[in-house]
């Protein structure tokens, strides 16, 4: 039973450029997570996501951030024109489509180092 | 401001001691989850709690979840350095969880 899938595990980036993340969630998992974490911090939520749909973008900057959950391949975070206070590692989340608490279970990829040069 | 507060922030004991790490909040939760994240990795989840007054125990890691679901512990009985890492508690309702910023446990040998 694989798990969460992201790729790349390190990406490094100009400034200026596009930054592509990609989330491949647990099977069955209909429900992407995606965070930001700082070195020494914790886990900062950016967005939530089903398949099609944004549900909550609260702590995902208005600009240059994007994020998307096509119907059919992964969950893809996207970063334009990248600046160097965008480095951080991001991690991708995933939980069960489920009406008891386990739905509220997120497993975790291993995330993204993003490096903005 | 942090939905939720975890203390101590930093706790570096020796191998062998025992440790109680913190999860407080004033908003109520349906299920708190415990990860463990180590670095250049993805946090673990260690356990979920539903249910108040609920006490879990793995292996050596004992975990209560607070009568009123506000809060939560992690007691950890003769630490071992192989317990390193980042300790993050999730509090959670429907699809909705928030983080705390961690306390980074440092055991030394």
């Known amino acids: 039973n694989a798990g969460v899938m992201q790729n790349p595990r390190h990406l490094v980036r100009r400034r200026g450029q596009e930054a592509r993340l990609r989330c491949s969630p647990m099977?069955?998992?209909?429900?992407v997570y995606w965070y930001r974490q700082l070195p020494e911090e914790g886990l900062k939520f950016m967005v939530y996501?089903?398949?099609?749909?944004?549900?909550?973008e609260s702590g995902m900057p208005k600009e240059r951030f994007s994020a998307e959950f096509p119907k059919e391949g992964p969950s893809i975070l996207r970063i334009q024109q990248v600046v160097r206070g965008d480095s951080a590692a991001y991690f991708c989340?995933?939980?069960?489509?489920?009406?008891?608490?386990?739905?509220?279970?997120?497993?975790f990829g291993a995330g993204t180092r993003l490096s903005v040069l | 401001t942090q939905l939720l507060e975890q203390s101590p922030q930093f706790l570096s004991i020796q191998e062998g001691e025992n440790l109680t790490v913190y999860c407080n909040s004033s908003?109520?939760?349906?299920?708190l989850q415990w990860y463990r994240q180590e670095p250049g990795e993805g946090p673990v989840l260690l356990v979920t709690?539903?249910?108040?007054?609920e006490v879990k125990k793995l292996k050596r890691l004992t975990f209560q979840f607070g009568d009123a679901r506000k809060d939560s512990s992690l007691h950890i009985t003769a630490a071992q350095t192989g317990d390193t890492g980042l300790y993050l508690c999730?509090?959670?309702?429907?699809?909705?969880?928030?983080f705390g910023a961690g306390t980074r446990l440092t055991v030394k040998p």
């Open positions: 989340a995933s939980s069960l489509r489920d009406r008891g608490p386990a739905k509220n279970i997120q497993y």
């Open positions: 099977k069955g998992h209909s429900h």
């Open positions: 996501l089903q398949k099609e749909n944004i549900i909550d």
């Open positions: 908003s109520v939760f349906s299920s």
């Open positions: 709690v539903v249910t108040g007054g």
């Open positions: 999730a509090g959670a309702n429907n699809n909705d969880m928030r």
